[in-house]
């Protein structure tokens, strides 16, 4: 059974830095892609951003703020996320994909973590 824990959130002032971790259990984390998404109070779940074999994609509130990065040994990916901003209050969910790339579409992810809060205050 696969699963996805979230850790890394909290609340953290205006232009503050976090870095979230999503460790996967159950499938081997190498071959499928990786996606981090948000959901901000009263708004449609966002895209962030996703990894997969020879790609990185970002959502345009990520770009140039947000680093993802995986660790193969650890079974881990981690979204750094810098200069934050109050509109980036959400929480944040990682998710695996059903194949090696994920992108931008939530249907092509079959497993989802629990979520995990970000608050930044101005």
């Known amino acids: 059974q696969v699963q996805l824990v979230e850790s890394g959130g909290g609340l953290v002032q205006a232009g503050g830095s976090l870095r979230l971790s999503c460790a996967a259990s159950g499938r081997t984390f190498s071959n499928y892609g990786m996606g981090w998404f948000r959901q901000a109070p009263a708004k449609e779940r966002e895209f962030v951003v996703a990894i997969g074999r020879g790609y990185i994609g970002y959502g345009e509130s990520a770009k140039g703020r947000f680093t993802i990065a995986t660790d193969n040994a650890k079974n881990t990916v981690y979204l750094q996320m810098n200069s934050l901003k109050p509109e980036d209050t959400a929480i944040y969910y990682c998710?695996?994909?059903?194949?090696?790339?994920?992108?931008?579409?939530?249907?092509?992810?079959?497993?989802w973590g629990q979520g995990t809060q970000v608050t930044v205050s101005s």
């Open positions: 998710a695996m994909a059903r194949t090696s790339f994920g992108g931008a579409i939530e249907n092509s992810y079959d497993y």
